[in-house]
Every structure is written in structure tokens, then in C-alpha cells.
């Protein structure tokens, strides 16, 4: 009985969802003025959060206080508090409610027009025929992610401004501020052009198994949060997944690196934020850098101490280890280094924890990248153009990177202004993905004004009308 | 033991594939020359054809026998044995090979930037940063088709083409025709850059089935056939699929609309191929013309005639059917309205049928088209360019077309050179889908040759670096 209930509840929310898409598609003129009734109701949510900062706050000390709770029992960790908590940090409610502003201040992704031609040509008594590929929403999202309570404000501006419909699930630790917040969004977008519809929240992981098989109103999953919760995600849901599960990072130095430039970038790739997905894991040298053959015969050694003084272990093949040792480090500092585990090479630590690997060259290193990689991002070390372009053009990773670090892979340091995520998926919108990832197109084709038959058959057999195909200039069409 | 044995043998398949794809993409230098080399593995196997050609006709006869065999008992359709003769049609095994050349001739998807930002400038101790999106080939695709064996080679000279692996599987009629080709194509492989596996065909429905899951190593499906098959496959696989199981197509025609041209383009969207997935299916009409009270009093009596005579069966809603008898039709055309069911709204009919219905206006038809339709190609008819603003803007149908027949949507006819098949997905490629539906893309990074560290953390913090992001000339960047 239940299971049904929740069954039912869920294909109720999904259908709502496809409703107040289709609606808001039929309601919204379009253009400038369907961005700019977009932009107004992205106001509307960021004054009504502003106003019902108080009730916000409650909910969310609620949140916390449970949460303590379970961290004193053990069974949380203190560092998802301090997620979960929205008004402690300086600037954190700010910056939330800004971003509302921001991403209604960005250029709009929809009715873009990228491919116009000219099928047919106008004669004595038919007009032309024309198409256009415009863009336009998907449809409807469902959006899954962990504790942050900002993050439903924050997807909630991006479905909102790329014309789509969203339900959003939050972590159930931040259910309190997630409720109380949801339901301000929902009572500022009723009084606004857009159904009140287009975002919904749901609040259970009962739901969530259920939504995962709406595949007939939900088009696209974008699951942000754990390996484990976006892999479980990928194999239940019924629709297309956007997102990542793995981001095991590769970093290869070539025999001709720079080392100034090796040194500073890996050990920005290791330790700017170890917990990132773009964090590099695991480092493959060439191996006439141990032999002392390189470029700089000393870019090894200098390379782990700068990542040993920065407390990161080293996790040594036998043949980076021995190098290391005639090198002759500071015993301490040696001290964090280990013998590699095979399994150590596909473990995304997210830690102060790189795998070391030695290879004979470029073609090896890219072998153990295609095996052990997640396409996720992937760089090269080298000062040689020809090993750049080998190594850029064979790894088919969402992100290939020369001489800089893998950190960098990131939507707004990408200059998208904000980011949906990070996908390693092959088809659609891969790497980071900004507003251009939640829309797609769709063909439209007119026939002139001059009228005339518009039939496909006049275009078969005797006295055939003929193809054109000619470019014409790119913009949204006006019939 | 089966079942295990068939399981290793898709994997090994897959696995071959995934080995070919990154060899190939380590083997070809890229740009043009790869392109080059791409061309001239096409004309081998084009080459290779023309020399099996007896071989080839003898297994083409064999399979047409087999099948002659369950005609006569009833099992198959003539239609099909006449899809699987490779030789019979005059020009029919030419026009295969010429497509081997003409795929071969299209300018090359790969390699194409589209996005190319500075991301920082240069300063006095470190280089510029700069960030190209350029197209990939997406991996490996698995396509599965029925019975027209030209279809191996059409499928593996666009995967070719694209930088692709592909596995084939042909209908089981087909097999002994596709056994031959098959074995020709990679023997004419082994004789060219490309590694022979690029291309690989299996032969059983459990191949199938297994090489579904096998997501680690196939990136995409593509299936073309029955709505059964896709819809099978669509639920099977673990993997994206990108296809269309129905094709479910409507025209409305709105009251202002132009009677020659929607007659003539509403019988080309009927009669011109009704079993083609663009064919109309389902006919909505504003009410104002069964009233009379339309642009033209007679458009839809000279509709119905039209489609009458053209022996198409109008499955007539009571308001259309009224409308008819009031304008007096000859009786033997009139023989061919009948009553509709509520179900032939949500047919494809594939046939000489089309379910009329009565709408109120335009916001109903918008309606019934999203209940009703398959987000493949929906038209509106009318001379007014609000209506047919509020009608493209409103659906999210792949291709929305005004004034011309439903059988325009096809990649030929758009001008791509060649088709894939067509999406109906809301992801990734979509309508009509060539070449470019077969590339991904993938973000280049790299730093300056003026060299300098280029860590993520350089932009934090007291005196940190700034963004720039600026527009850069978009091209292929050499490191």
C-alpha cells in the first residue's frame, strides 16, 4: 500500500513538473521578454527569501541541532554541519541570494539560433523554404544533491532561467530549511508569469527510487553529491544521467617538462582543495625523469618534496621510490613516503594521497589513463608540442590539459558565470557545464510567405523542384 | 554455461572496440591528415566491395531464398525480401558504394573548435592561459538495424568518418549477406591505418542483449527499426540510446490557414511515404473551419477530398464528420470516413489513415499534440505569424515546422550530406541527426609558451591573478 501511494505520488509530482513546463512554454512569449519575465520572478524568489530570512534561519538552527545530535552519536560528520549550516559563515546567505541576481543577469542560453539554411529557393509559384536550429529546454530536470541547503536556491535559478522545470531533492539533513525555503519559492513564483509548479521539492528517498522511473515526464537526471549516490542514480534512473560518479585525475610529467611549471601546477592540482573531483590522484612520470635523463634531472626529487612538505603521501612504484632515495631527501620528509598498492591507482583519494607511477613514455601513459582514468580531467607536463598534441588528441577526457593544473576544470573559471556541474558522461553537454547544458534545440522550418505548395514530393521525378542549401544568416526566425 | 559463455563473448566485443577506438585515436595524427587517412580507409573498403561483388551477391541470393521460403509460410513479408535484395534494383548496390565515397568526400566533423577563451592573461612572471572546445569522436557506438543490408556500410562509413568504433548488428535475415560484407570490410581494414576492430558485426539477438550492458566499453546505441525494437532496446540498455520508437506526427491547421497550401503539403504529409516515421498521422482542425467560419469556408471539404481521392481512410471526429456530409462529398469518396476511436488518436498508423479531430484553438492543439504526440515533427498551418510564433515557441517537438509537410524532417533534406536516423530525445542530438550527432567535445587547456606556473590557487587570495576571460579566434590550438 504504501509503495503504491509513493508510486503514484511520484508520477503525480513528475506529471505536475511536465505540466507547469508546458505551460510556462505556452504562457512565456519568447526572447527578450520571456527572459526578462524569467529575470522577474528569479526577483520575486530572491525578495521573498530575503523576507522570510528569520523563518529560514529557525529551520535551519533545527536543522543543525539535529544534526549535532547525530554527530555526538557519532553518525555524522562535523564538517557536514558546517555544510549544512547557511548563516554562520560570513557572507554565505548573502552570497546565496546574489546569486539569484547573477544568474538572472546572465545572457539567456535559449532561442539561440546555430544552423539556418535555405532548403529551397522561391520560383514562379512557390515561395522558399527555410530551417532553423534553435535552442530551447529540455523539459523537465530532476535535480538530487547532499547537505548544502543552498544548492536548492541555486538550481532553482538555473531551471528557471533556461526555461526548464525542476524537482529538486535535497540532503534529508537540511529537510527543515529546504521545506521552509521551498515553500517560499513556491509562494513568489505564484505571483509571478510562470507556474508555481515549475520547481517542486520532494523530501524522500522513497521518492527519489520512484521519480528515477517517471521516464515518460522527467528527461534529465543531474545527480550532484557522493560516488556511491551518483552511481546508485545511474543505474536506477529510467532517463538520460548528467553528472560525474568518479573524478580520479591524471597528471603525466614528460621527460622535457618544466620544472617550475611541473612543480607549482601539480602541487596546485594535489592540495588546493584535496576533496574536489578536478583533484589530481595519481602521477605518471616518464621514465627517463628517475634515470636522471630528463630535462632536469632533479624535477623528481624537487617535485616530491614540494608535495611532502605540504604533508602530501606519496604513494611510490619502485622505481620513483629508489629514485628518491638516491636523491637523498630529508628523512622525515621520507617518511610519508609508501610502497603503492595496485588498487591504489584506481582510488579517488580526495585526501593528501598521490598513487606515483613510472612509464616508459607518452604512449604508456596514455594506455594507463584510458584504463584507469574516469574521463574526468586529465594533464601533461611537457615542453614539446608534438607529445602535447599526441596526448591531447588521444585522451577522449572531458578535460585535457597542457602545462596547468587539473584544478582549473571548473564552470566559472571556464568564464561560464556559473556551473551545473561537472559531467564525465560522453553525449550532450560534457566537463563543466553551464546554462548551454540544460538546453537543446529543436528544428524549425517555414515556408515562405510568397506561399505555394510546400510538399517533399515536389522535390522527386520529372520538373523536380532542387535543393539549395544555402547558408542563410543565423537568427531566431520570425514566421 | 551458456549464458556465461555468450555474456564473455559481448564483452570481449565491447572490449576489442573500446582497444580500437583509443588505438585509433593514438595511430591518426589528427586534422586533416587524419581525416586523409580516414578517406582512404573508406575508398579500401569501397574498393574491397566492388571486388567481393559476386561473393557477396551469391550470400545476398542465399538469404533471399531463406526468406522466400518463410514468405511462403506465412512468416514474413514480401516488403521485407525486397528490402533485403542488395542487387535486383537497378542502381541499388551502386548507390551503396557511391555512399562510401560521398561519406567519405563530407567535410570532416572532428576537430571542429567551438569555444575558445583567454582565461588569463600573461603577466611579468607567468603565460597566458587559454581554453579551446574542440569536437571528439564519442567512442563507441553500438547501431542495430533490420533487414536492408546496404546498412552495415552506410553505419560503418559514418562511424569511420566520425572517429568512431562501431559494433553492427543487421537483422537475422540479412546474415548472410552481412557475413560477407563484413568480413570484406575488415579485411580491407587490416590493409589501412585503422585498427580492423573499428568495425565489428555480431550475428544473435543474445549478443545483443549482453552487448546492452556492456556500458564500461559502448558509449552509445543507435538503433534503427521497428518501434518495438527501439522500444526494447530503449529499456535494456544501460548506455544512451539515441533513436525514436515512435513517430507519431500531427498538423493542425489553423482558422486563417492558406487552402492550397495546406492541401497540397497536408496530402505530401499523408501520401508521399506512409510508412516513414515524418508521415502524418493525426489531423487537428480549428473549429472555425468545420463551421464555416474560416480564412476559406471549403478548405477542409477540399482537404478531405483531396486525401479521399488519394484513398486515404479519415478516422473523423463527430464535428468533422458533420461538416462533410453538410458539403455534400461524392458518395464513394465518402465511404472512406469513418468514426474515430480514441485510441487512433495514439496510433501510427504507417498506413494510408489519418484520425481527424476538432480543436477550439490553437492552445488546445498545443495540448493535444503534448498529450498525444511523439516529439517528432508537428506543423501548423496558417498565415498568421502569431499563431505560428505561439506554436514553434510552445512545442518541444524536434522538428516544428509552418506551411510545409511533415516529410521535410530527414537529413538529406536539411542539408547534412547524410543521416544518422532520427532523435527524438531531448538530449544531445536531435531531429534529423548527421555527422555532428555522432562528435562530442572535449575543453583543451593549456599555458603559454611564455611558461610560469599556472595553479587554480594563483587566483585566490591577497594579490591574486584575475580572470579574464576573453573571446579568442576559435581553431584547433597548436601547443
Known amino acids: 500500500m504504501a509503495s503504491t501511494s509513493t508510486s503514484s505520488s511520484a508520477e503525480n509530482i513528475a506529471r505536475r513538473a511536465k505540466t507547469a513546463f508546458q505551460e510556462a512554454q505556452k504562457r512565456l512569449p519568447g526572447g527578450k521578454e520571456a527572459d526578462a519575465a524569467r529575470a522577474r520572478a528569479l526577483e520575486k524568489i530572491r525578495a521573498a527569501l530575503e523576507e522570510a530570512k528569520d523563518e529560514i534561519k529557525q529551520a535551519n538552527e533545527k536543522d543543525m541541532e539535529a544534526a549535532n545530535v547525530l554527530v555526538q552519536q557519532g553518525k555524522l560528520s562535523t564538517s557536514l554541519v558546517s555544510r549544512l549550516d547557511l548563516f554562520s559563515k560570513p557572507g554565505k546567505w548573502a552570497s546565496m541570494l546574489q546569486g539569484v541576481s547573477e544568474v538572472a543577469a546572465l545572457p539567456t542560453p535559449l532561442d539561440v539560433c546555430t544552423y539556418a539554411k535555405r532548403?529551397?529557393?522561391?520560383?514562379?509559384?512557390?515561395?522558399?523554404?527555410?530551417?532553423?536550429?534553435?535552442?530551447?529546454?529540455?523539459?523537465?530536470?530532476?535535480?538530487?544533491?547532499?547537505?548544502?541547503?543552498?544548492?536548492?536556491?541555486?538550481?532553482?535559478?538555473?531551471?528557471?532561467?533556461?526555461?526548464?522545470?525542476?524537482?529538486?531533492?535535497?540532503?534529508?539533513?537540511?529537510?527543515?530549511?529546504?521545506?521552509?525555503?521551498?515553500?517560499?519559492?513556491?509562494?513568489?513564483?505564484?505571483?509571478?508569469?510562470?507556474?508555481?509548479?515549475?520547481?517542486?521539492?520532494?523530501?524522500?528517498?522513497?521518492?527519489?527510487?520512484?521519480?528515477?522511473?517517471?521516464?515518460?515526464?522527467?528527461?534529465?537526471?543531474?545527480?550532484?553529491?557522493?560516488?556511491?549516490?551518483v552511481r546508485s542514480i545511474q543505474r536506477e534512473a529510467r532517463m538520460p544521467v548528467m553528472g560525474h560518479a568518479d573524478g580520479l585525475c591524471l597528471i603525466y610529467v614528460h621527460e622535457d617538462a618544466d620544472t617550475t611549471a611541473a612543480v607549482g601546477s601539480i602541487v596546485d592540482a594535489k592540495i588546493d582543495y584535496t576533496a574536489a573531483c578536478n583533484a589530481v590522484e595519481t602521477l605518471l612520470l616518464n621514465e627517463k625523469l628517475v634515470e636522471g635523463k630528463g630535462k632536469d634531472a632533479q624535477l623528481w626529487p624537487k617535485l616530491a618534496e614540494a608535495l611532502l612538505r605540504k604533508k602530501v603521501t606519496l604513494h611510490c612504484d619502485?622505481?620513483?621510490?629508489?629514485?628518491?632515495?638516491?636523491?637523498?631527501?630529508?628523512?622525515?620528509?621520507?617518511?610519508?613516503?609508501?610502497?603503492?598498492?595496485?588498487?591504489?591507482?584506481?582510488?579517488?583519494?580526495?585526501?593528501?594521497?598521490?598513487?606515483?607511477?613510472?612509464?616508459?613514455?607518452?604512449?604508456?601513459?596514455?594506455?594507463?589513463?584510458?584504463?584507469?582514468?574516469s574521463n574526468h580531467t586529465d594533464a601533461i607536463f611537457t615542453t614539446s608540442s608534438s607529445a602535447s598534441d599526441r596526448f591531447t588528441r588521444s585522451l577522449s577526457s572531458a578535460n585535457v590539459f597542457v602545462n596547468c593544473s587539473t584544478r582549473f576544470a571548473d564552470g566559472f573559471r571556464y568564464g561560464f558565470g556559473t556551473e551545473v556541474g561537472i559531467s564525465t558522461g560522453r553525449i550532450h553537454a560534457r566537463g563543466p557545464v553551464g546554462l548551454e547544458g540544460l538546453v537543446t534545440y529543436k528544428y524549425l522550418a517555414k515556408a515562405g510567405k510568397e506561399g505555394g505548395v510546400q510538399a517533399a514530393g515536389a522535390f522527386n521525378g520529372d520538373g523536380a523542384r532542387e535543393w539549395s542549401h544555402r547558408e542563410l544568416e543565423k537568427g531566431y526566425p520570425i514566421f
Chains 1, 2 share one sequence.
Do not use: W
Open 318 to 373: 619502485q622505481k620513483s621510490k629508489a629514485a628518491l632515495e638516491a636523491a637523498g631527501l630529508d628523512r622525515e620528509l621520507a617518511s610519508s613516503i609508501v610502497d603503492v598498492k595496485e588498487e591504489d591507482y584506481d582510488t579517488e583519494f580526495l585526501d593528501l594521497d598521490l598513487a606515483v607511477k613510472v612509464v616508459p613514455g607518452i604512449d604508456e601513459a596514455i594506455d594507463h589513463i584510458n584504463a584507469h582514468g
Open 119 to 229: 532548403l529551397a529557393d522561391s520560383d514562379a509559384s512557390r515561395g522558399a523554404l527555410d530551417l532553423y536550429r534553435v535552442t530551447c529546454p529540455i523539459g523537465v530536470l530532476l535535480c538530487i544533491f547532499e547537505a548544502r541547503p543552498e544548492v536548492i536556491i541555486n538550481i532553482a535559478s538555473l531551471a528557471i532561467k533556461s526555461g526548464n522545470a525542476a524537482i529538486l531533492k535535497g540532503g534529508k539533513e537540511s529537510k527543515m530549511t529546504a521545506a521552509v525555503m521551498s515553500r517560499v519559492v513556491a509562494q513568489a513564483l505564484a505571483q509571478t508569469e510562470l507556474p508555481a509548479d515549475v520547481i517542486q521539492t520532494v523530501e524522500t528517498r522513497e521518492d527519489v527510487a520512484d521519480l528515477l522511473h517517471q521516464d515518460r515526464y522527467i528527461d534529465l537526471v543531474i545527480p550532484r553529491g557522493s560516488n556511491e549516490l
